[in-house]
């Protein structure tokens, strides 16, 4: 997959991740509240640092500081050409709108750039605040997937897939769309 340049939303920042990020990621990817929906804080924060070809990484940055990671990952077959998002934002920084900014500036990208027709993301069921924001800016729930996700521990994690079509995506709550400039 070709790197893309910085993508700019309302209040965040999605660059490209780095070698350099691989700590600040790990400390992210190892709070409770979001090491609960992730694997091995290790492992995770070395792949969004290098990670597969098909996968894109970018640290979230809000107001200057590295406050989560969000990725892609794409298929490129013509006929099915669509995309996969993934994020993790640290605790400290939820409830701020960051998350919805995030996901809602790598989705247009996806769409409007990239020319994807569908885009996926996929919670754990478990976990409702993200299944809200994702309803939130239009991705619709398609199916559980049993036993998607195996944890740390061993026990395994039912998924909500989730879907979106470019005409539902909708701006994150509380902003509004940006308007020309005036003369």
């Not at 091995?40 to 809000?62: G, L, M, N, Q, V």
């Not at 409830?95 to 409007?112: K, M, P, Y």
Request: net charge negative; with cysteine; proline share 9%.
């Amino acid at each position: 997959m070709e790197p893309v340049d910085v993508l700019s939303g309302r209040s965040v920042r999605l660059r490209p991740a780095e070698e350099s990020d691989r700590r600040r990621f790990r400390e992210i990817l190892a709070t409770p509240e979001v090491a609960r929906w992730w694997g091995d804080p290790d492992e995770e924060a070395a792949e969004a640092c290098a990670p597969p070809e098909d996968i894109r990484s970018y640290a979230i940055e809000y107001q200057g500081d590295v406050v989560g990671i969000i990725q892609s990952c794409e298929e490129p077959t013509p006929a099915y050409r669509s995309a996969g998002i993934d994020i993790a934002v640290h605790p400290g920084w939820h409830r701020r709108g960051i998350g919805a900014d995030a996901v809602h500036t790598l989705a247009r990208h996806l769409l409007d750039a990239d020319g994807h027709h569908r885009l996926t993301i996929d919670p754990d069921t478990e976990n409702a605040p993200a299944i809200s924001l994702y309803r939130s800016l239009g991705f619709r729930p398609v199916g559980v997937m049993r036993h998607y996700e195996r944890r740390q521990d061993g026990s395994f994690h039912d998924g909500l897939l989730m879907d979106l079509l470019p005409e539902e995506l909708r701006e994150p709550p509380g902003t509004t769309a940006p308007t020309a400039p005036t003369a």
